[in-house]
């Protein structure tokens, strides 16, 4: 059973930076997708960014382009996200999962099997 622990979040003011760290115990994710998932108070949980288990293709939300950066270190069994440029509507709990994911399926939820607590990153104005 694979477990999850996101860790990095916290208050920053609008323009600046956090990093999201995700890491994986009782289990390798090595040939899982792993991704980002983001929800705020009222809204549905929202797709941010996902690598793909052996290709490392990459995809992110049109909100994340340009701003985060995703990337994986299989060693290490960890996921990173560089969020730039932050804005008071990046406000949210933010989730780390993994899954057996098919190039289609990245951005839903559902494709996820294994889920870690969530951070919460607050961006003031």
């Known amino acids: 059973q694979v477990q999850l622990v996101e860790s990095g979040g916290g208050l920053v003011q609008a323009g600046g930076s956090l990093r999201l760290s995700c890491a994986a115990s009782?289990?390798?994710?090595?040939?899982?997708?792993m991704a980002w998932f983001r929800q705020a108070p009222g809204k549905e949980r929202e797709f941010v960014a996902a690598?793909?288990?052996?290709?490392?293709?990459?995809s992110y939300s049109d909100s994340a382009k340009g701003r985060f950066t995703f990337s994986r270190d299989n060693a290490k069994n960890t996921g990173l996200l560089q969020m730039n440029s932050l804005k008071p509507e990046d406000t949210a709990v933010y989730y780390c999962?993994?899954?057996?994911?098919?190039?289609?399926?990245?951005?839903?939820?559902?494709?996820?099997?294994?889920w870690g607590q969530g951070t919460q990153v607050t961006v003031s104005s």
């Open positions: 690598i793909k288990a052996n290709s490392g293709t990459k």
């Open positions: 999962a993994l899954g057996r994911v098919i190039s289609s399926s990245l951005a839903s939820p559902n494709s996820y099997t294994y």
């Open positions: 009782g289990g390798s994710a090595r040939g899982y997708g």
